[in-house]
């Protein structure tokens, strides 16, 4: 599985940026796509997902209300649109695609067997 995440860039706080994570090279059933992003010291968090039947979840305490998880089935292609953009939500983005998540497990890095290069997202205040 190739992934390709992209539409990172530098925008002002309260601005909107689009992150895409088109994936290649299996056939998607019985998977999830996360995103999840890294902080300069900080460790990786979850940020948001989307299973193959089209459940959600996102980090409740820092971006529910604010980003919004999608997906193109037809380009294989997921989009998280984030609005409302803080200076702390800067951080390098990562999709991965993780086969066999279930609810429970889809905020857990681990849950993920393939990522993406990572797409830097720099908000300034």
């Known amino acids: 599985v190739q992934l390709q995440a992209s539409g990172g860039g530098l925008v002002q706080a309260g601005g909107s940026l689009r992150l895409s994570c088109a994936a290649s090279?299996?056939?998607?059933?019985?998977?999830?796509i996360g995103w999840f992003r890294q902080a300069p010291g900080k460790e990786r968090e979850f940020v948001a997902a989307i299973r193959w039947s089209g459940s959600t979840k996102y980090s409740p305490d820092s971006v529910k209300g604010r980003f919004t998880i999608s997906r193109d089935n037809a380009k294989n292609t997921v989009y998280l649109q984030m609005n409302s953009l803080k200076p702390e939500d800067t951080a390098a983005y990562y999709c991965a695609v993780g086969y066999g998540v279930i609810m429970s497990t889809m905020t857990s890095h681990s849950a993920y067997q393939y990522w993406g290069q990572g797409t830097l997202v720099t908000v300034s205040s």
């Open positions: 090279g299996r056939t998607f059933r019985n998977y999830a």
